[in-house]
Each structure stands twice: as C-alpha cells, then as structure tokens.
C-alpha cells in the first residue's frame, strides 16, 4: 500500500518542472506506404538517428514552441496551453503531440513522391519526454 501512495508523487514530478520545458527523444517510427499495384497499406518499422526535439517556452506570440535540438530550422509554434488531459499540439496541422501527464510524444509525417495519393507515405514517431 505504501508503494501506491508513492505512484502520484513521482508520475506528477515531471510535470512539476514544466516551466523550463522538455527535451524529447524519437524512440520508433513506423511508416505506412499503400502499394500502387494492390492498394493494400505495408507497414515498416524504420530506424531513427539521435532525434531530439525541445518543448520549450516560446520567445515569439504564444505560450510553447517546438525547435529540433541543434537544428537550424525556425521554431513552430504550438497551439495555445496543455489541455485538460495534458495533451499539446505543435506545428502545422498538429503534427506533434506530447502529453506531459505521460511524458511522451507523438509526431505525424506525411510525404508523397508522386503527385498520387497511391504514392502515400506517411510515419508516426513516438518518443519520451523529461522536463529540462
């Protein structure tokens, strides 16, 4: 009994240190590609380099932006606060979700090589989080 009281203190001390934001690091993506000759969805586990990503107080308009750790690429914006579930959306389209309750993430990428939607290839990567 004594563990389970213990649970609540150390799942909310990461939301604790929110201020400062959090660096999240890509676990797995897995991407989805429709065969133009069948039609059918393939799946593909794919391997990821060092991928990180910053959650960070925004420098501009809005509360949160996105940045990639050391890229050169402006910073996105995110769509206003944490909802009630803890869930923030970043990017266009909200591309980027990380729930600070769970500490995790979940990005959402699509590309097409042809100007077909058979060419389709769309990922989705998800990853941890830990408060900076």
């Not at 429709?34 to 393939?42: A, E, I, L, S």
């Not at 809005?62 to 923030?88: I, K, M, N, S, Y």
Request: aromatic letters at 8%; charged letters at 15%; glycine letters at 14%.
């Amino acid at each position: 009994m004594a563990a389970a009281a213990l649970l609540p203190v150390a799942f909310l001390a990461g939301t604790a240190n929110a201020g400062g934001g959090w660096r999240c690091a890509a676990g797995v993506a897995t991407a989805y590609r429709q065969d133009p000759g069948t039609g059918r969805w393939k799946t593909l586990v794919l391997p990821l380099p060092d991928q990180r990503f910053l959650v960070r107080p925004a420098a501009g308009p809005g509360r949160w932006e996105l940045a990639r750790e050391g890229g050169v690429e402006p910073p996105v914006p995110c769509a206003g606060d944490f909802d009630a579930t803890g869930l923030l959306r970043c990017g266009t389209g909200d591309a980027f979700g990380m729930n600070r309750n769970t500490l995790t993430f979940e990005s959402h990428l699509f590309a097409a090589e042809r100007e077909g939607l058979q060419e389709m290839t769309a990922a989705t990567v998800t990853g941890t989080c830990n408060p900076l």
